[in-house]
């Protein structure tokens, strides 16, 4: 797979709120690999509402950007990150008086397709799913307050950063942040696993293109980006791998799945 998933923050702002089977949910599908079928987008809930126990079948990854959910009777606020392996259960959701919005990636088919009339199934007509043979029982969960206390960790190039909010010790699954200081660079590269990135703050140039705010990635695995530049803002992005990200090494992360 050689292309990459690329929505301009501008672009995915014009994208509409579709309405989700739950009462008060709202999902905005950002943008959809045709071939690895991962996806990525918004999903809204209004105040006080409810969203059922449920399951994906890929891996999903969810960092909180407003307001505040409860799951498993503990809430969770901007900032909280999580990540469920391909089939795990999880939910109810409920929220309060200030409802939520987070973003939300999935390595593979969401399970929602049909609603979103995307695709379900790759080129050979066949579902495409990402869970392993073992099956995954538990998720990762980092709250927005033990978020902000890890810290930052610098990458080989200067000016670089990355502050990792989770690991699975299975699937090796990854998530966290990225940022670049002002006039920073960052090398052509690429990544063993599907990547996907969101931006937060700032502006990245890549191709001549500035990207802003909103503006989402999802690049398959060995897929080649870069080089990279800053500006006077910098720029601090999310980003999740369904698999190792190729810097366990200078993070001290996993490499290898457990045995």
Known sequence: MSNPVIVEGKDAEELPWIDFEHPGCYIKPVGQHPESLAVGGYFKMAPNSISSEHSHPSDQ?????????????????????????AGVVHGPLTTGEKGMLLFACYSGPSGQEALLQLKTKNENNTLKLTSKEKKMTYPIITTGEEA????????????????????????????????????????????????????ME????????????????????????????????????????????????????KTEKEE
């Open 61 to 85: 990854f969810s960092l909180i950007l407003e307001g505040e959910v409860n799951v498993d009777g503990k809430s969770y606020g901007p900032g909280s990150y999580f990540y469920y392996p």
């Open 148 to 199: 902000e206390d890890i810290p930052w960790r610098s990458l080989e190039q200067p000016g670089c950063f990355v502050k990792p909010l989770g690991q699975h010790p299975e699937t090796l699954a990854i998530g966290g942040y990225f940022k670049m200081e002002p006039h920073s660079e960052a090398a052509k590269h690429s990544h063993p696993s599907h990547e996907f990135a969101l931006v």
């Open 202 to 253: 700032g502006e990245v140039m890549l191709d001549g293109v500035t990207y802003g705010p909103g503006s989402f990635f999802h690049r398959p695995a060995g897929v080649a980006h870069g080089p990279h530049y800053t500006g006077e803002k910098g720029v601090i992005m999310f980003a999740c791998f369904a698999g190792p990200s190729g810097s366990e090494e200078a993070l001290k992360l």
